[in-house]
């Protein structure tokens, strides 16, 4: 279906590079900069969601294992 769409070539790039500095200009720096803060902590945080996950599928784990239940007696 979207077999037509390829990466860009050598020359591709080329044109999209200088489109990057007529529009970004001088701004290019600084978007490049954040644009790096953003894939880090973006990262970060997927770092962080895997290991909140991991730790809750320990704790399941040994709370299941156990064989006594952890709510109320009665």
């Known amino acids: 279906m979207l077999g037509f769409i390829q990466m860009p070539g050598g020359m ?5 590079l200088i489109i ?3 529009l ?3 701004r ?3 978007v490049m900069r954040s644009l790096g803060r ?6 970060k945080g ?3 969601g895997e290991e ?8 399941d784990k040994e709370g299941t294992s156990g064989g006594t ?3 109320p007696a009665g």
């Open 52 to 59: 909140e996950l991991k730790a809750y599928d320990k704790g």
């Open 24 to 26: 970004f200009g001088p």
């Open 69 to 71: 239940s952890s709510g």
């Open 28 to 30: 290019l720096p600084s």
């Open 38 to 43: 953003s894939v880090t902590e973006f990262k």
């Open 46 to 48: 997927m770092r962080e």
């Open 12 to 16: 591709e790039w080329l044109v999209i």
């Open 20 to 22: 990057a500095l007529l």
